[in-house]
């Protein structure tokens, strides 16, 4: 299944989201690939930080979309609007798309866009689309998240999930040691976090 993480704003952490996603996947025992077609290649650099401190399981990553039929398990794709024809290329082929959303009004507007966009591509033959909100605001009564929630939710074309990935310093960590949140502290917000998100987005264990 080839599965898209991307928006029409930067800034979503959707790079951090594919890497702690690919991770929790093999996590399962799932032959997972990322094609990383975002030109910043955060994700390449964290997988080759990986292989450099010897860490286990190595994550497989390319940088071109496969063919449908050479598409054999997970594939998380991450790409960024510097590359309009990388984004417009991954959407076509793509089985699902899923959107991270900062909560700000900026982003909701982006995610519009962004939407606009699949359907040119993708007309009536739309894949299933999830929303979230990445980055989320800690404080528990937050009116930012709460507000970007009931906005996403007022968007036809997607389904909005009600787990969100909160900003904690963990996320930020598991790039510079190249470890997913799960693997720095099993029993951590983050690692809840990102469990209760992707049971969401590719089911249970």
């Given amino acids: ?52 401190d010897g860490v286990e399981p190595v994550l497989k990553v390319v940088h071109e979309l496969p063919a449908k039929k050479d598409a054999k398990g997970d594939w998380l794709i991450d790409v960024g609007t510097s590359d309009m024809a990388a984004l417009r290329g991954a959407i076509r082929v793509c089985d699902k798309i899923v959107i991270p959303v900062t909560p700000s009004q900026a982003d909701i507007w982006a995610t519009q866009h962004f939407l606009d966009i699949v359907t040119k591509e993708r007309g009536k033959d739309l894949p299933p689309i999830v929303a979230f909100v990445n980055r989320a605001d800690p404080h528990p009564r937050s009116r930012e998240n709460a507000e970007s929630i009931e906005a996403l939710e007022t968007l036809s074309m997607i389904k909005t999930l009600p787990e969100k990935m909160v900003q904690r310093l963990a996320f930020r960590r598991s790039f510079s040691e190249g470890l997913a949140v799960f693997e720095q502290e099993p029993s951590g917000k983050a690692a809840q976090e990102l469990d209760a998100l992707a049971r969401k987005i590719y089911g249970s264990r």
Avoid: H, Y
């Avoid at 996603?21 to 994700?43: F, N, S, Y």
């Fill in 1 to 52: 299944m080839l599965t898209l993480f991307a928006n029409f704003k930067g800034g979503t952490g959707k790079s951090t989201v594919v890497f702690n996603m690919a991770m929790w996947r093999m996590e399962q025992g799932k032959k997972v690939t990322v094609c990383d077609l975002d030109p910043q290649r955060t994700v390449s650099d964290v997988a080759e930080i990986r292989e450099e």
